[in-house]
């Protein structure tokens, strides 16, 4: 008994003397942070691969693209390991275990080859090949095969990267998000990222589809270990696992998806029905129709149904279905079109303006609808008739027009329009109204020009122009003159004779800008997201906000649709920054940063392989430099928004100040007006605006014998810049032609000139 008591005595000292190390210890790590541990990097595997049931790959369809090869060797490490040999290593070792297991599998490439036949310059044309491959194929998924690069030359970098494709939160997204986790259990590397993708091959792949940058050759470890055939093959079963288990959980299919037969039907009945072998989860089946989510009900096992909430007007619809299994995985979205076409009901006939007034002329629409009133659909044919002849027209929006003055004389008096057997008239001398001025806008070419303002001067009246470049502006003293304006158009006087219909031709303000451009302007941060904020608490996301709204407004002022990401101080996640520009078609991607770095200069990075962003970046930092006397760096950038744009992309960063005397010169509104510029410049010019055929202009504007600094200078009434604390500004790239410039001081006094190539230099006095 007596050793029992010495036992616990013993014990019980011991358990105090535990408790007080562990507290020691703790009071230790607490104190003082604990040295970073070595990751141990394609150790070996972590999970078991012998003896798993494979079962559920059998028969999946399976794409494996290697990434690179050829002529494009992807990354380079340190010790010459090009990524194009490691991707296609890991690739035929994944094919093997694949096809073992019963899956059919096929490789976009099988050796060290490109798809453009050595043209380093095609990298477009060697990703659609592979695409075409899936698209032949048509997989159950599509894997892409990469290892990464750190462009900014850190060698200690490693990340885990699983990209998916950025619009499919369904199976692309599941089978990235198990992806990552069976990467993580057999690389050895903790830092994992899943994110939606927006590369070639993901965006134009039709099936679901992941994209994966499991570790960085730049850094030596990876680099070294990627070397052995071990290492690789290691990599290739961390993927077996990882659709292995996609697989195994279940991925339900859209066996039948279809909308009621019969297209008169207004409010269709649609239906979907899921194929057997794995059970849906009914609370997350989705029906949309024209993006707008519908009520869904079951009416058997694993069929449903939805009506329209409402009813649809003509034309074409597309529907939209998919759910989820009960394992979790989603099924593929599946897509249907379908064309509603009900029979015109009520056909209304109207006029503008309201009576006919010789020589102008009066536009006769007929406004078609269904019973629902809704419009018919487009391209449906109307009859018009008037005493004397006739003219067929097809409805756009449910209207279709013809003229007085153009089609038919102004001494006819009676106009009917008949739509599939409906009738609809109108008496046309009859009636009273304004006196109106009418006629037609066109461009050089005398095609219509929509959307162009018309100004009668004396009365302040105004009027659009529709599709057919018509207007009907109020005069009601008559007119002698109208001013028409619309961005991308030189502001233009004509002169209106009381003998002749108008035709107005305004002149593009640069002729050889393509005439449907896009470019999106992404300032970053915003919504809290502040970035850098300067000595007197100016933010940067303010700063990057305010160039990005006056590069929008010259760009449109040249004609050019210019999309914004953010207007207002609101937060946007780097994916819908993404979506914005997809949804736009651009044809080119800005990003505006400011951030601490080098004094007068800026960083413009371009994505790597990019020749069109290189192009791009070139053109900016000419103009900067030119405009701002500052200097300007280019080169490749890692941003996640160059990364994943379809267009060319670029990123621009200017220094942010970090003296109040700094600061308050880069928030100055002429210093801004000129960052923008700059990029203007530089836009119009990779869009095509040749130098050769531009000039450049100085201005020196005083008032009162002083300079004017921050003078407003508007060019041929479209684009607006500003003079710097001197009065000066040069206006650069303009077209070889006349242009109309006009300056306002700050005091409201104004001067215009018209200036040319051979102008020089100009000096206008504010009066």
């Keep these: 008994m007596a050793r029992k008591g010495e036992h616990a005595v013993r014990s019980t000292r011991l358990c105090f003397l ?74 035929l070792y994944l094919w093997g275990l694949l096809d073992e297991a019963g899956a059919d599998v096929t490789l976009t490439r099988t050796t060290d080859r490109d798809f453009v036949e050595g043209d380093s310059l095609a990298l477009r044309r060697d990703l659609k090949a592979r695409v075409d491959t899936a698209e032949q194929v048509d997989p159950d998924i599509f894997i892409s095969l990469h290892h990464n690069a750190e462009p900014g030359g850190d060698s200690t970098f490693n990340q885990i990267q699983i990209y998916h494709k ?108 899921f194929g057997p072998g794995t059970a849906v989860d009914a609370s997350t089946v989705r029906i949309a129709l024209d993006g707008e989510d519908l009520d869904v009900s079951s009416f058997e096992p694993g069929k449903f149904i939805a009506f329209p909430a409402t009813h649809l007007a003509g034309g074409w619809h597309v529907a939209t279905a998919s759910a989820r299994g009960i394992g979790g995985n989603s099924s593929r979205e599946a897509r249907t079109s379908f064309h ?84 609809g008239d109108l008496k046309l001398n009859d009636g009273a109204g304004p006196d109106m001025v009418s006629g037609f806008v066109t461009d050089a070419e005398g095609k219509p020009v929509e959307g162009a303002m018309v100004i009668e001067p004396d009365s302040g009246e105004s009027a659009v122009t529709d599709k057919h470049g018509f207007f009907a502006v109020g005069a009601p003293d008559g007119a002698t003159g109208l001013e028409i304006t619309r961005r991308g158009y030189k502001k233009t006087y004509f002169w ?162 970090r003296t109040m005397q700094g600061e308050e010169e880069l928030t100055d509104i002429a210093k801004i007006w000129r960052r923008a510029y700059a990029l203007f410049l530089a836009v119009i010019a990779f869009r095509g605006v040749d130098g050769r055929s531009t000039f450049s202009a100085d201005l020196e504007v005083t008032e009162g014998g002083e300079p004017a600094a921050d003078a407003l200078v508007i060019v041929d009434g479209a684009l607006e810049v500003m003079t710097d604390d001197s009065g000066s500004l040069s206006l650069m790239m303009m077209e070889k032609t006349d242009h109309t410039v006009e300056a306002y001081s700050t005091t409201g006094r104004s001067a215009p000139i018209v200036l040319n190539e051979e102008s020089g230099i100009i000096r206008i006095e504010l009066e």
């Excluded at 078609?368 to 756009?396: K, Y």
Aim: with cysteine; glycine share 10%.
């Design 340 to 423: 509603v076409s009900l029979k015109p009901a009520i056909v209304t006939v109207t006029r503008e303006p309201a009576r006919p007034n010789p020589p102008y002329p009066q536009k006769v629409s007929a406004i078609v609808l269904d019973a629902n009133a809704n419009p018919v659909a487009d391209s449906t044919t109307v009859e018009f008739i008037w005493d004397g002849g006739t003219a067929d027209r097809l409805t756009s929006g449910g209207r279709a027009s013809v003229f007085v003055g153009r089609e038919l004389s102004y001494d006819r008096t009676y106009i009917a329009a008949v739509c599939g057997g409906v009738p």
């Design 18 to 91: 535990c408790a007080f190390l562990l507290a020691a210890v703790a009071l230790s790590c607490a104190r003082k942070p604990p040295e970073p541990s070595l990751k141990k990097l394609y150790e070996r595997r972590g999970e078991p691969i012998e003896g798993v049931d494979m079962s559920a790959l059998e028969g999946r369809r399976i794409v494996i693209d290697p990434g690179h090869g050829g002529v494009f060797p992807g990354a380079v490490g340190i010790g010459g390991l090009k990524e194009s040999d490691v991707n296609l290593g890991v690739a």
């Design 496 to 657: 209106v004779r009381p003998d002749e219909a108008p035709v107005a031709e305004i002149e593009r303000l640069y002729a050889g800008l393509p005439p449907a451009t896009v470019v999106t302007i992404d300032p970053a941060g915003g919504g809290g997201e502040s970035g850098y904020i300067g000595p007197a608490g100016n933010k940067a996301s303010d700063l990057n906000l305010a160039v990005a709204l006056k590069t929008a407004h010259l760009l449109t002022g040249a004609g050019i649709e210019a999309r914004l990401t953010r207007r207002d101080d609101v937060r946007m996640t780097p994916e819908e920054r993404v979506r914005t520009n997809e949804a736009a078609g651009s044809d080119l991607f800005i990003t505006i940063g400011h951030a601490p770095g080098p004094e007068n200069a800026a960083r413009i990075g371009h994505y790597h392989n990019s020749q069109r962003g290189i192009e791009m970046a070139g053109l900016t930092k000419t103009y900067f430099e030119s405009l701002t006397g500052d200097t300007a760096m280019t080169g490749a950038t890692a941003n996640y928004l160059v990364q994943q744009t379809s267009c060319p992309a670029i990123q621009v960063i200017y220094t942010a100040p």
């Design 166 to 273: 950025l619009d499919d939160s369904g199976p692309s997204l599941d089978v990235a998000r198990i992806m990552a986790k069976h990467l993580l259990l057999n690389l050895g590397e903790p830092d994992c990222r899943v994110l939606p993708g927006n590369y070639y091959v993901l965006r134009n792949s039709p099936s679901p589809s992941i994209l994966c940058e499991p570790s960085y050759l730049t850094n030596p470890v990876v680099e070294n270990k990627l070397k052995l055939a071990e290492k690789q093959r290691l990599e290739a079963e961390s993927y077996f696992l990882g659709l292995l288990d996609y697989f195994s959980r279940g991925v339900p299919r859209v066996a039948e998806f279809r909308p009621q037969a019969e297209t008169s039907e207004s409010r269709p009945r649609i239906e979907v029905a």
